[in-house]
Every structure is written in C-alpha cells, then in structure tokens.
C-alpha cells in the first residue's frame, strides 16, 4: 500500500494480545513492525534502528510512557510519535501534545483512522520518507495527494487517493470489491456497489493520459494495468 | 425522630437571661429591704426623741407624778408623716393620761433608752416607743412608763414608693444584663459562623486542609473536619485512578477485538461472516463511544458545581480542534472551513468543558455530514457574546424539536445508522447552561444543521 508500504513502526504497549493484534493488522497493510513490551526495550530498538513512527502506549510495566516522550524530546530526538491513549479526558489529550507527541489515538481505534493520522503527522513533518510512487507513467505523492500526469499534476480527493494506493499496492493483481470497500470506507457507513463503481469512474478520469488503466473484471473486481 | 439539641445560641441566651433574672431579683429585694429599714430606723429616731421629750417633762411632787405635754414633741412627730398619735404615760399601773389601751411593751429594759415594738391597734399596726422613768412622788420611787405610738401609713406609702423603685431598677438591670448577654453570645458563636463560612464557600474540588484561624475550642473539631477532608481526598483520588484503571482495561481488549475483528474481515469469504464481522466493529464502536460520552458527561456535572473561571481563547480552541479532527473529515472527503479565527475571541469558562462542548458538535458535524461536503466553522462576536457556528451539510433535524434531540440518550429518529450515545448534545446543552449561554440547533437552509453555541464574552 503505496507509502505506507515503506513505513518502520515501533509500537510500545504491554498488553500482549493487543500488540499482537496491532502487529498483524499493521502487518496486513504491508507494513513494518517492531514491537516493544515496555520502555527500556522500546530504548534498545530506537538505538538499533530507525523508524518512521512511534506508537506509544501511556501506561507500561517499567514506566509512564509520558516519561518516555518527554525524554526523547528533550534529547532532540523527534522520531513522530502517536500515542495510544485509554483515557479520553481532555486533559489527558492536551497533556500528551503539550509534551512533545505528534497526535493521539484512543482506544480501541480504527486503523483507517490511524493511517489518516499517520499520514497527516507525515505531511506536517514533511516526511524524508521515499514518497513517490511511479508508475507507467504516474507520479504518485501520497502525501500531497498529488498525481503526476505528463507535466500535469492532479490532485486527487482521499477517497481516490486510497484506491489508488489500494491498486498501486499490487498492480496486476485483482482486488475484490469487498476489499475495496472494507478500506475505502468505515464500517458505520452503509455502501452501495455502486458507490465503488463511482471511485473507480472518477480514477480513471485521473489517470488519463498515462499508460496506466483499470480494468474492471466482471464479477470479480478491478486491477491496475499499463497498457 | 429525634429532636434537634437546642441551639447554642438559645442556650447560651437562655442560661444568661436566666441568671440575670434570678440577680435582678435579688437585687429587687435587698434594695427594698434596706430602703424599709433605714425608713425605719429613722423614723425610730423621731418617734424616740418625741418620747423622750415627752419623759423629759414628768416631774415629781407630793401629790403626784405632773406632766407638761409638750406639744413640740408632737409636731415633730408631725413633721415627717400625717400619721395619727397616740400616747399613754402610766405609772405605778395606771393610766394618767393618754389611751389607756395602747398596748405596753412586752418588757421593758433597764436603761434609759427607748424600747421599740409593733403591734396592732384600732384595726391597724401601729409603730410604739416606750420608755421609761422614775420620779419621786413624796421621796417614793415611782416608776413611769411613757408609751408613744404613731400608726404607720406614711412609712408604708414610703416602702411602697420604695419597692417600686427597686422593681425599675431591677428590671432595668434585667433589661441590661439581657442586651449584654445577647451580645456576648453573638460574639462567643461567631468564630463557629466564621468557620462554617469558610468550610461553606468551598467549591466541591477545594478539598484542602481548613486553616481558618480558630479559638482552642473549636480546634478538635477542625482537626476532625480535616480529617474528613484528607479522607475524602484520598477516596477521590482512588476513584479518579480506579476510573482511569476500569477505562484502561476495558479499552484495551476492546482494541484487541476491533484488530481481530478487521484482520478477519480481511479474510473472510462468506457474506455472512462478513457482515458479522462488521456488527463487531460497529458495536466495539458503539461501546467506546459511549464510554467516551458517559465520561465526558460525568466531568461536565462534576465539573458544572464550580467551573473553573479562566480566560478560553475560542479562536486557538476551534483551530486546534479542527486540526485534531481533520485526519478524520478527511476519510470521508470533507472539507472544514473555518473562519473567524483569525482573531482572538476570549471567553470566560471552564477549558475543558468549552472543549467538550465544540468537540461534540465537530463529531456530530462530521458523523452525520453526507460525504464530500462541506463543514463551516464560524466564530465571532455578537454583542455581549460569542457566538460559535457549525454548519454541515447533513441530514437536518427533520421537524424534530431541540429539547428532544438534547434530552440524554435521545438520538435523532433520521440518525440511522451513525454510531452515537446519544449524550453528545445533553454534554453541549449543559456546558452551555453551566456557562450562562445558550445553545440553539436550527435547519440549515438548502439541507443539514446549524448548530449554534452562545458564550459569555470577558
């Protein structure tokens, strides 16, 4: 899944089961996970590797995870941290910002929303990351929502911009519309075919121009293909 | 049911009118009975002296005992009352001249002195002095007994005049002794008002130690006040981390469910797991949201008793806000566009509570807009107030009245599907009420709501 794809997460929380499942969630959209049972560990990873996010739980076994962020702000280190929070008191939220984190999240969260608040986090540091994506003649910035057509650029809308991310994940590969429609929108929202339908219509208006097209697979789903 | 003790005012004001009664009384009678008794004794002198005087003039003789009435010993007696007098001089037993009925002396002493007494006569007492002497009738020692008596009306107009003095100047004394009493009770009580005001002025978060100056008294009961207070702190505080615990461990596995439940979405075939899965996540949702609200609203009744009284620049609160919540429109393609903040607006409030407050009508704003729309955020001052606008493009109130859609658990009957508590509007309705303003949702014109939050201006 587009940039995302190339995102090294550490993610710092105790309780085994949810870590577990964090991983494997995160894992499922193609990212990279290390995972950290408490503070000094989380320590030892930060000081073996680099990663793009931090996901910080607040209470840990060694430790108040608030501590922690404190101190690697003020040893100038500015990894982007986001931290899981079980507490929704607006104190609580305000505290976090004010010491040094980039968001927060409360549990339990929604993943759509926490690759949304990954994304802003990025855009707001202006992510070194490795963003452009290319493809049969695409240039694709997740991060400014922007698509490179020839000398034009196009901006695209974030619906478009996930399917396209989505589809660019896996050219070549057929995505079902139960695929499409579990990332493209909340599970809250009642959606119709038809409104993916709509996505895919307004995405191939973008991309033309390009070699690259949409083929709809009927009864299947649709794929990304150059021409 | 028991009855009440009496109140230490009562009591004290009580115990005190009491003693000064029975102390004005006292003072009542004393003054009456030396008053009576120097009346007396004065009187005793004059009725003594016209005695004597009366004494003075008996002579003796061959014939027999000769007496010179001396009316001068009258007029004294004259001089202090209008009373009637009466006289009898006997000697050897018999009466020589005068009431032969006037009573006698029950005994008469040996010296010179007069003897005094009381006794009734002619249907009224009369005050008697009795003296007597020895003259020689043919160089025979005859003894004669001199009796004067005086009824006793103008003594007795005198005692009363007397008592009736003493009773003012009881009374007064009484009158006295009660304003003193009752100002000394108010000033012994009023270190127990002072402290009862201070403890009452307290808001309910104020749970530090009291250190009211008291009187040594009332130091045992500050001490146990204190006590009470660091107790209830304690349990507060327990409470608040037990709070903050209890949402801690059901919000975990709650994350833990709604990973598992999307990685099986993830690999589910069958429709019908599907759409299991997908009632999962919704109520994981549903369940957080609402733990969510029922904090939230928690803190806006425990905080409504005593607001926090601070400057809320509303501008920077809405910019933050919409920062916060952007990665969310987002997802569903909605535009925020706020205006108005460009300016400081500052409000007098509660941060927190404000925040709550906003914070809801963005989440409602965002929830129910149709996708791709537009959400308008205004702020900007009307008059005396601050007037913070919402407007989104979604499904509207649909002819449902405000008091329902703010009445706690009442959700819009065209809320359908949308995850809610239904406490979102109760949390704004009562912010807006703890701080004076008003809160006021209307249709929005070419489809949706406007929601409007009215806030007292500094």
Aim: with cysteine; hydrophobic share 45%.
């Amino acid at each position: 899944m587009g940039i995302i794809c190339t995102m090294r997460f550490l993610l710092v929380e105790d309780n085994l089961d949810l870590a577990r499942s964090v991983v494997d969630r995160l894992r499922l959209d193609g990212h990279a996970v290390d995972c950290a049972g408490t503070l000094s560990d989380a320590r030892d990873c930060l000081a073996a590797a680099p990663y793009d996010l931090i996901l910080l739980d607040i209470s840990l076994p060694d430790g108040d995870g608030r501590d922690f962020l404190r101190a690697e702000r003020r040893l100038g280190r500015d990894t982007p941290i986001i931290v899981m929070t079980a507490r929704a008191e607006v104190s609580d939220r305000v505290n976090v910002l004010d010491l040094g984190a980039d968001d927060y999240v409360t549990k339990p969260f929604d993943f759509a929303e926490l690759e949304a608040r990954c994304r802003a986090v990025l855009r707001r540091r202006g992510a070194a990351l490795q963003t452009v994506q290319h493809f049969a003649g695409l240039t694709f910035n997740p991060l400014n929502a922007t698509l490179g057509v020839g000398n034009e650029l196009r901006e695209l809308r974030n619906r478009e911009l996930r399917l396209l991310e989505i589809l660019l994940a896996a050219p070549e590969r057929i995505f079902s519309k139960d695929q499409i429609c579990d990332r493209l929108f909340s599970y809250a929202e009642s959606v119709t075919d038809n409104a993916i339908e709509v996505y895919i219509g307004r995405l191939r208006k973008k991309i033309e121009g390009s070699e690259a097209r949409i083929e709809t697979i009927r009864g299947i789903g649709y794929r990304l293909t150059s021409r | 049911m028991s009855q009440a003790p009496l109140s230490l005012r009562l009591r004290l004001v009580l115990q005190l009118l009491g003693i000064a009664a029975v102390l004005a009384i006292l003072l009542y009678f004393t003054v009456r009975t030396i008053a009576e008794q120097a009346a007396e004794a004065t009187h005793d002198g004059v009725l003594g002296a016209a005695t004597l005087a009366i004494a003075e003039r008996l002579q003796g003789g061959d014939s027999g005992v000769g007496i010179d009435l001396p009316y001068e010993a009258f007029s004294i007696l004259g001089s202090i009352s209008a009373d009637r007098v009466f006289y009898r001089i006997e000697a050897a037993g018999k009466t020589l001249t005068g009431y032969a009925d006037l009573p006698l002396p029950p005994r008469t002493g040996a010296s010179v002195a007069p003897v005094f007494y009381t006794a009734p006569y002619r249907d009224t007492q009369v005050r008697i002095a009795a003296v007597k002497r020895t003259v020689l009738v043919a160089r025979v020692a005859v003894p004669v007994l001199v009796v004067v008596a005086q009824t006793q009306l103008g003594q007795d107009a005198i005692a009363q005049r007397v008592a009736r003095r003493a009773a003012l100047v009881g009374l007064g004394s009484f009158i006295l002794a009660a304003v003193l009493s009752l100002l000394t009770t108010g000033s012994v009580l009023r270190p127990i008002n002072r402290l009862a005001e201070a403890v009452g002025r307290r808001g309910p978060q104020d749970l530090r130690a009291v250190d009211h100056p008291t009187p040594a008294e009332l130091r045992p009961l500050v001490s146990a006040l204190n006590g009470f207070i660091a107790r209830l702190r304690g349990a507060l505080s327990r409470t608040e981390t037990f709070i903050a615990e209890a949402a801690h461990h059901i919000r975990t596995p709650l994350a833990t469910v709604r990973a598992r439940a999307e990685i099986a979405l993830r690999q589910a075939g069958s429709e019908d797991s599907r759409e299991t899965l997908r009632a999962v996540i919704r109520a994981v949702e549903e369940s957080s949201r609402s733990a969510g609200q029922l904090l939230d609203h928690a803190t806006v009744v425990y905080r409504s008793d005593r607001l926090a009284d601070e400057h809320v620049d509303l501008s920077a609160l809405i910019a933050r806000l919409v920062m916060a919540i952007e990665p969310i429109a987002e997802l569903r393609d909605l535009t925020i566009m706020v205006a108005g903040v460009e300016n400081k607006i500052v409000v007098r409030g509660d941060p927190p509570l404000i925040e709550s407050a906003v914070r809801n009508l963005l989440d409602n704003a965002i929830k129910y807009s149709a996708q791709e729309t537009q959400i308008d955020i205004g702020v900007e001052k009307k008059g005396k107030t601050a007037r913070i606008e919402l407007c989104d493009r979604g499904r509207g109130l649909a002819g449902q009245r405000q008091s329902r859609l703010t009445g706690r658990f009442q959700r819009g009957e065209n809320s359908g599907d949308v995850v809610g508590s239904g406490l979102g509007l109760t949390i704004v309705e009562e912010v807006a009420a703890a701080h004076a303003g008003r809160f006021e949702l209307t249709e929005r014109e070419g489809g949706g709501t406007c929601a409007r939050l009215f806030l007292p201006l500094v």
